[in-house]
Structures are given as structure tokens and as C-alpha cells.
């Protein structure tokens, strides 16, 4: 089993920054895509970025030029560099984990962003 921990999230006026954590610990056997998705209330979740354990990165058009992923593969941990927030930035952040041979998809509890105007 693995356990995501999220962290860094809150609340931040409109322009500023936020950097999320994520930390995966358990039984890992190779972590292939570690990630970020968002949701705000109505929505469907969607996601922000992803990276590739050698480093290959996805974006989402809405957050291109903003937001930066990176990782530490000797951490199991996953970050995400939030600059010039905006109010419709405002969602939960899950992180997500993609590991083993099987390619089983592991979740975090969600963290809060909320970006006021």
C-alpha cells in the first residue's frame, strides 16, 4: 500500500504563490508519473500538471507559464510551484501517483487552495 501526504496549501490573495508538497511512503516499488489534479466545486476534476520519473512534463493550457512540477525521485516527493495565482486557481489539490508493475493509481486527501480576488 502507499500513502500520499499532501501539504501547502491555503489561502493567498490573487498574484501571489503557493508551493504543495506531496510525499509517497509504503510499500513503493517504482513510481512512474507523480501528479497533480484539481477541483473546484461543480467541476470535474481536471489536471494541472504531471512528470515522468525522468523528468518529462504535462501542463494544463490554464496553468502553462504559471505553475511548475517537479520531483525528487530519492524522496518519493512531488512538488508544485504556484506563481501569479488567480481566483479560478481555487480548488481542492490531489496529488496523484502512478507506481508498480501494474501501474496502480494511488490518491492524496485533497489540500485546499483558495485564491481571493
Known amino acids: 500500500q502507499v500513502q500520499l501526504v499532501e501539504s501547502g496549501g491555503g489561502l493567498v490573495q490573487a498574484g501571489g504563490s503557493l508551493r504543495l508538497s506531496c510525499a509517497a511512503s509504503?510499500?513503493?516499488?517504482?513510481?512512474?508519473?507523480m501528479g497533480w489534479y484539481r477541483q473546484a466545486p461543480g467541476k470535474q476534476r481536471e489536471l494541472v500538471a504531471d512528470?515522468?520519473?525522468?523528468?518529462?512534463?504535462n501542463y494544463a493550457d490554464s496553468v502553462k507559464g504559471r505553475f511548475t512540477i517537479s520531483r525528487d525521485n530519492a524522496k518519493n516527493t512531488v512538488y508544485l510551484q504556484m506563481n501569479s495565482l488567480k481566483p479560478e486557481d481555487t480548488a481542492v489539490y490531489y496529488c496523484?501517483?502512478?507506481?508498480?508493475?501494474?501501474?496502480?493509481?494511488?490518491w492524496g486527501q485533497g489540500t485546499q487552495v483558495t485564491v481571493s480576488s
Open positions: 496523484r501517483v502512478v507506481a508498480g508493475a501494474t501501474l496502480q493509481t494511488y
Open positions: 509504503g510499500s513503493i516499488s517504482s513510481i512512474n508519473i
Open positions: 512528470i515522468l520519473s525522468r523528468g518529462w512534463t
